[in-house]
């Protein structure tokens, strides 16, 4: 199911305030504020209303730790979310509210964190350097999610904005790689809300630019679109029908290079904006609460 058969060609050169007029989602939602307040007020009410297990250490690096909210059977499946801020703001804390819906599934639910670019607690921090984090969570998450009431072998990511990209990242991810003693399909399914899979238009502009601080090769290690699809895997992607022309068109062309078999779903939600798709998430009967309780299910 696809949002529009249009190809996603890629934009042809534009000046840096092109690219800022559509890429920073600050700007084009100006009651992002309101969005945010929102999800912290929610994210403390559902650490005060649920059980949870805060701080956790998945390595030794700069804001390597996770918040888990176990399921109330054991052998649950698994969500593991990844929060958005551009790779360089925002927090987990932020995004347990997300928790509470996704518990309601059946789901262990675990909120990863990550460190910030430019730079955290003075350490330099590139997008890659990221991604690289998020292995060593998701890792840490099949070897100890047992002990939490989770089912290692039924791991499914979620992500929102910058949370998205990496869950596609995590997707065509080679475990063998990462640790020899981790299974081949560690992770066989994710949603991506609102993410980004060409790094290059990003690269462009200069509002992000200045904190991301791409180089071409960055743009090739962390483009999932500029990879082979990877076999046997699932990604479910979802873009707001009202994000700029270049969300739509990234969110079209990760369903294009890595074909409907693998990314059998490519949508975008009517009325939604950057930041109101994730309150879709938790809201019962909508598209993708609807998506999000399939993919666990798969």
Not at 254 to 281: D, K, M, Y
Request: aromatic content about 8%; some cysteine; proline content about 6%.
């Amino acid at each position: 199911m696809t949002s529009s058969s249009a190809p996603a060609k890629p934009p042809r050169a534009r000046s840096g305030a092109w690219y800022d007029s559509l890429y920073n989602n600050r700007a084009l939602v100006p009651d992002f504020a309101d969005h945010f307040a929102r999800w912290q007020s929610a994210s403390q009410a559902a650490r005060n209303q649920v059980a949870c297990t805060l701080d956790v250490a998945y390595g030794t690096g700069v804001n390597e730790t996770l918040d888990i909210f176990p399921a109330a059977k054991p052998h649950a499946p698994v969500v593991v979310f990844i929060h958005g801020g551009y790779w360089r703001s925002l927090d987990k804390s932020d995004h347990s509210f997300v928790a509470p819906a996704l518990q309601a599934m059946g789901a262990c639910v675990v909120i990863v964190n990550y460190a910030l670019c430019p730079s955290t607690q003075g350490q330099t921090v590139t997008v890659p350097d990221i991604a690289l984090q998020m292995t060593r969570a998701l890792a840490w998450t099949h070897q100890h999610i047992a002990a939490h009431g989770g089912d290692p072998a039924r791991i499914t990511l979620a992500g929102h904005s910058a949370g998205g990209h990496l869950a596609a990242m995590l997707l065509a991810t080679d475990w063998k790689k990462v640790n020899a003693k981790l299974p081949v399909h560690l992770v066989r399914k994710a949603l991506s809300i609102s993410g980004l899979f060409d790094l290059a238009p990003v690269r462009k502009a200069p509002f992000l630019q200045a904190s991301l601080q791409l180089t071409p090769k960055h743009v090739r290690q962390a483009s999932p679109a500029l990879w082979a699809s990877p076999r046997q895997r699932t990604l479910f992607t979802v873009v707001g029908g009202l994000e700029s022309g270049e969300f739509l068109r990234q969110n079209r062309l990760i369903h294009q290079t890595w074909g409907p078999r693998t990314v059998p779903v490519c949508e975008a939600l009517e009325g939604c904006n950057h930041f109101s798709v994730l309150g879709e998430l938790i809201r019962s009967g909508s598209r993708l609460h609807t998506l999000m309780q399939a993919l666990i299910l798969l």
